[in-house]
């Protein structure tokens, strides 16, 4: 692995400025992979290249991890916005899947150490059931599931089985796609990273694979998902109001910050029903918002009584285990109170509802915000690391060369040092006062690499209005860089800190 890829180095910054997050790194990238199809062509490794390369045009790879039944399958459904991947047990659940856009349906079965064939598939209205020819689950490296889909064209969705799982085999393979010990590139280029409790073993999986080579998941490249959060609380009405004081105290916590660049709550069965809700769903569920509150409120205190009591609600015990299975016992609360308290007039009104309540509209901007929008840096990232241990394996006339400037614009790019000096202050490197760290976060695009977020402006901030606060930026980090009293790891965030905002003023037509 190149040296000082996450390391702490004072490179020199040079490459890309910022307000439009990786192009011109991107573009260098790209014109690299060019020259190495070059020194590589007619080997072994063309294929790669040429696969490292097209990996630089296709959508962010998003995995989603953590332990069994977390609530993975059931999140990554919600963001598609279908019902794909199976949840619970059966055997396709303990196979890492792909979920990517296409023009076709089709499922690919890679099997362990033999060639890739077609696999036969249903779907039925709660997922994909994929007929794995026989085969053991552990004799399959992975399926690539093909669909055609809007939200497959922004990411592509790695489900994974549980950490801490099943099997020591199972644990194995989530490990394998992010922290591959081998020379292989990683998979994925983000990371959404459930957890249902802050359980040490979570942490301990996380750290694992932190503080090495930037190819391992970081909080750069890592968002904490507090997830099945409608149980905590035990389905209280109230329920997502705790998960996000939960949430909060763990994304402040120093081991959950060096792992996930922040948590938020989400009920990741109710956003995968709001998002694929039925009209039948919403008839039911009316008629328990036409019962008397009081009533209501009798019936829902726990899912047996739910089951069993007031034949004359018109719900067969088949209809209301369905209902508890979609939407949870807070979900069935909270969809009827919408729809007796009036917020939710139609179907569509209160999948909007349901689906904003859930996280998930909170979870998609912070992904826009933390991912997408730094989607070419990330890719790049993925697309020169794979170089990088492509030139390693296998030296050739030319190679050297390629190395050597894989090595400097990885040292010395500036949306990489960025990168690199968010995870130093999120490791606890970088020190000073909460509201210093906090202004440097923002500036260096921690909390999203748009001019006016990174200036702490509102959106429609004008360019003057821009300028000056980039220009005052730019001063008050020049005089803590020059201070002699800031200390030295202040000093280096400071310079990165300055280099972001000369890009802004550069952007904005102003010279810094
Ligand atoms: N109450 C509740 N149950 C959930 C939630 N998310 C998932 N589940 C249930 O938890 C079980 C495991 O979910 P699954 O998505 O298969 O977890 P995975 O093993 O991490 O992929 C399933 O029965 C889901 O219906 C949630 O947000 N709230
Ligand atoms: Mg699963």
Known sequence: MAAGVVGWTAGEERGQVAGEPGRGLAERTRSLLARAVDVYRGTAHAQRLEAIRQRLDEPLRVAVVGRVKSGKSTLLNALVGERLAPTDAGECTRIVTWYRDGHTYQVMLHPRGGPARQARFTRDEAAIDIDLGGLPPEEVDQLVVTWPSQALRTATLIDTPGIGSLSERTARRAWDLLASEDDEETPADAVLYLMRHLHLQDLEFLRAFHDTEISRPNPVNAIGVLSRADEIGVGRIDAMASARRIAARLAADPNVRRVVQTVVPVAGLLAETAVTLTETEVAHLRRIADLPVKQAEDLLLSADRFGELMPELGLTSIEREAL???????????????????????????????????????????????????????????????????????????????????????????????LRVLSSIRAGWVTGKPEVLADLERLIGGAGTATHVRLQLPPDAGRKELADAAAEALARWRRRAENPLTAHEMVIAARVAIRSCEGMLTELGRSG
């Open 324 to 418: 508890l299975d979609r939407f949870g016992l807070f979900g069935v609360r909270l969809a009827a109170a919408l729809i007796r308290q009036k917020v939710a007039g139609t179907a569509s009104e209160l999948a909007t509802e349901l689906a904003e309540r859930s996280g998930l509209g909170e979870l998609r901007d912070l992904l826009g915000l933390l991912f997408f929008e730094r989607r070419e840096v990330l890719k790049s990232r993925s697309a020169l690391l794979a170089l990088d241990s492509l030139t390693r394996a296998d030296a050739r006339p030319g190679s050297q060369a390629l190395a050597a400037e894989v090595e400097e614009i990885i040292a010395s790019a500036h949306p990489f040092n960025e």
